[in-house]
């Protein structure tokens, strides 16, 4: 049981490896969005703070990757102790909170209902409003304006640039979703693979000796234990 448990943690280990990813930003003010993969231990809570202004908005979605139930507990608690959201063993989940106060808002993740499996999870935390807004974009009131610009305003263009950094950034937000959704679904086929290949072994070890025992009950049937004397 105990080597059964830890290649199930080594297993758990290699695909956190494969899947976790470094965010590496370029652009030029400090990131609030935010996503992490993380090995949850059985019986365990684990909490993450993720620091916001007020009157912005915040989306967190959240996977269970891989664990046996693929089920974990789920709360977004504000800065002043007020539970915001509640998840009670589920798989995974999509919420949007408008944030009333500024501070550091608590995302807990709870397995400790689960005493022997640990649990696999993807969490994304994306903040919109005002204080989200990408880095750069302040800088542009400090350039000197000009009456024309090539026939250009720039207002114009630091809206068209805002726009294509905001849907940039919404492709990586979904293609790291989609990751995540990839691995919990190999992980799945994966787990369905070893438990068919063990019955279907199972089955033909059971019909093996079902047949030999068929023939050798046939052949005693048909035996001839009488001895004639002559």
């Keep these: 049981m105990v080597c059964a448990d830890s290649a199930v943690s080594a297993e758990l280990c290699l695909l956190a490896c494969l899947i976790l990813t470094v965010d590496l930003t370029l652009g030029l003010g400090p990131k609030k969005d935010m ?30 990757i891989a664990g046996s139930g693929l089920d974990v507990g789920f709360a977004l608690i504000s800065p002043s102790g007020y539970r915001l959201v509640s998840d009670f063993r589920r798989s995974d989940g999509i919420h949007m909170v408008d944030l009333t106060e ?11 209902f689960s005493k022997l499996s640990e649990k696999m999870v993807f969490f994304e935390v994306i903040i919109n409003g005002q204080s989200s807004a990408g880095g750069g974009q302040n800088e542009w009131a400090d350039v000197a304006t000009t009456e024309s610009m090539l026939e250009y305003k720039l207002e114009d263009i630091k809206t068209r640039m805002d726009s294509v950094y905001q849907h940039l ?8 979703v989609l990751r995540a959704l990839e691995a919990r679904d190999r992980y799945l086929l994966e787990d369905n ?16 000796t079902v047949a030999v025992t068929q023939i050798y009950t046939l052949q005693r049937l048909f035996d001839d234990t009488k001895r004639v004397c002559t």
Excluded: I, P
Excluded at 102 to 112: A, E, H, I, M, T
């Design 35 to 64: 996503e992490f993969t993380f090995l949850l231990s059985a019986g365990s809570t684990e909490c993450f703070y993720q620091t916001t202004a007020k009157n912005d908005s915040m989306e967190v979605e959240y996977q269970v």
């Design 169 to 176: 950034e919404r492709s990586r937000q979904v293609l790291t």
């Design 193 to 208: 693979l070893w438990q068919v290949s063990f019955w279907s072994c199972l089955n033909l070890l059971v019909m093996l």
């Design 102 to 112: 500024g501070g550091d808002y608590r995302l807990c993740f709870d397995n400790s």
